[in-house]
């Protein structure tokens, strides 16, 4: 039986618990873990007072109950896998270096927000900053592989220097900006001004997007790039249409404020 934390007192205010990881909790038995330390707001707290711990420490953990105001799940994580079996709030999987992490609802902002690796799945939406990097830093995720099925919202990979960031649902405003390297692919496309401030890096869009006016037009063609990405995702169960895996994109070249060595790839229409 996989290590099992049961939420059994919902926190009234948001709860930091950096201190939820595979390696931080393996080894340790039901008390060590439950006396592992918390911030509850402003004040120190236990994980006993709002988890309930069943099974053993080892390289599976799994989170159940209404997690949504529970912050900073897997911050750090370099091993194992961590399974929040709902919905999940600020920061999981941030400055994640390895394993793997799954949650099964959604995720609040700044989810994979400076990554460096491993793999992180979100089976619903996701909020703002997905994979961004945080205030006063210039690079955010800069390795490994976000995954969400749902939407997305504004600033997705803000500052991404390296990886690849794949949404199921819309990308929201924004998402690129100040893109270092890396890819972001958005099945149900972007919002306003994608791209802008981008350096290097591919954004891809299989829906009808509009480019900034500092993007330019460059011709229209069928990714080889892209092919491989698109297997690796049917590898870990997503599926593509036809069009989407031998259509032709159209690319423009930007931004045209950064020497325009990004790119907008934005599926053509089908006749």
């Not at 209404?66 to 994580?77: Q, Y």
């Not at 330019?216 to 593509?240: N, Q, S």
């Not at 259509?247 to 325009?260: F, I, N, P, S, V």
Request: charged content about 20%.
């Amino acid at each position: 039986m996989p290590l099992t934390l049961t939420l059994h007192t919902p926190p009234a205010v948001p709860l930091e618990a950096d201190v939820l990881t595979p390696e931080r909790l393996a080894g340790l038995g039901q008390r060590e873990i439950e006396a592992l330390e918390v911030w509850h707001g402003h004040r120190r707290s236990r994980v006993g007072d709002f988890f309930r711990v069943s099974g053993r420490g080892a390289d599976d953990v799994r989170l159940e109950g209404e997690l949504s105001r529970v912050k900073f799940v897997g911050d750090g994580m370099s091993a194992g896998r961590l399974v929040v079996s709902g919905s999940v709030g600020m920061h999981v999987g941030a400055r994640m270096r390895g394993g793997e992490i799954l949650v099964e609802g959604d995720a609040g902002d700044w989810a994979g927000a400076e990554m460096a690796g491993g793999l992180l799945v979100i089976r619903g939406a996701a909020g703002h900053c997905l994979g961004s990097a945080y205030p006063g830093r210039r690079a955010g995720m800069h390795g490994g592989e976000i995954l969400v099925h749902g939407d997305a919202g504004d600033r997705v990979g803000a500052g991404l220097r390296r990886g690849l960031v794949a949404i199921g649902g819309r990308a929201g405003d924004h998402a690129g900006l100040n893109m270092l390297a890396g890819t972001i692919l958005a099945l149900g496309g972007v919002g306003a001004h994608p791209g802008a401030n981008m350096r290097r890096g591919s954004i891809v869009s299989m829906v009808r997007a509009t480019p900034l006016p500092t993007f330019t037009f460059a011709c229209a063609y069928r990714p080889l790039f892209l092919a491989l990405c698109l297997r690796r995702l049917e590898a870990l169960g997503w599926r593509f249409s036809r069009e989407q895996r031998h259509g032709r994109y159209a690319r423009w070249c930007g931004d045209g404020l950064e020497l325009r060595r990004g790119e907008l790839l934005i599926l053509e229409a089908q006749p």
